[in-house]
């Protein structure tokens, strides 16, 4: 099995022809310029999760909504909310934001964080594994902007003026960051650089 | 000028190249070292994808503009549309979340729509114009900002933290809403760009 790179032959980032590699150089379909890898996927990929890794603290401990019932304020981080919901009866919600809002930014930055080292130390693990991770992580991504939704459609609803009104608070804009910028890390990582260790590590598949 | 070969495909994850083999109306190619997609031989034309993005398009604006639910808490009905809900955020000062917002819910859904809509217009015409390479970069770049399903599921997890403070009442927005969800993940799992791609003529001189 032979990968494009060895062939000489590239596949154009946009349109998916494979053309002759050439440096600088356009595909002669869509006219995008044409690069064996992305340009520094790596080094991108690790910006984007250091940068999310500093926005989770506050995006987990500064209040995500916060409630003014009858000039009372009540903060709620995304942790209390959870426990809200778990005390009100209904477990199966609290999983479902549970999950979505700290389980899966969090194990998103430490497995990118763990591709990303493994890679660039050339551990040796299966190469369709460290894949399988990486298509998981890339995937429940967008299930993080589950509590943004949430909170939008809780804040249009809830607005009684004086008597009860819920506001997002500035954990939300920290959240926010957080889920595009490890949206923005996972679209940043080259997934051929992967499997062009294959030949290196000599693995049989 | 770069050489290019059409009869060959590598493979967009792990890069590993082969040849294309036709494939029977609804059928996969999938990578061997990888296992993802290659590409298929899609059941759905591009005239009939033309009439799926019309119908979801169509769909969007009720969609956003009706209400998902009214709630009647302490005497008086509050309403909330897709739209609404996005401006409130906004006017509470959270702009970077409402943009986010309004990105992922409104805006990407509705430009991979009608560029994917305009994609299938000029490949069913036959219509020579350079704008069809810059649509279908363009749905690519919006599939992945686009968001319904993750609202939809959202909305019922808003519901159930609604439903024990006040009276609820669905409105005609969410069957909208739901319509266009399901168009949407249809769209997604017909559409194949290799064969849209592969409608674009290649110019002899670049």
Redesign the interface.
Known sequence: ???????G???CG?????????EN????????T?TMRQTNSLQKTWAYLITACIFIFPANFMPITILISQGNETPDTIMSGVIA?IN?G?AG?AI??FVASIVVPIAKILGMGFILLSLQLQLSMS??MR?IMFKFIDWVG??S????????????????GQ??VI??GPG??AF??V??LT?LAA?SFD??L???LEKDNDWT? | MNKYNETLIACEHCDLLQVKQPLQLGQIATCPRCGSRLYFNSICSPMSMLALTLTALILLLPANLYPLLSMTMIGSTETASLLQATLKIFHEGNYFVALLIFICSTIAPFLMLLSLCCASFIISFNIQTQWLKKLLKWTDFLTHWSMLEVYLVSFLVALIKLVDLADIELGVGLVCFSLLMIINSLILSFFDASSYWQKVPIDAIS
């Open positions: 099995m032979q990968s494009a790179k060895d062939a032959l590239v596949r946009e349109c998916a022809l494979v053309c002759s590699f050439q150089s356009q595909c002669p379909r869509c006219n995008a044409l919901l009100s209904s919600i479902i934001v190469h369709k894949f967008r299930w902007m589950l509590d943004l939704f949430v909170i939008s459609i809780m804040v249009a609803v809830i607005d009684k008597l009860l506001v997002p939300a804009t926010a960051s889920v595009v949206l679209k997934t051929r992967m499997w062009d598949n």
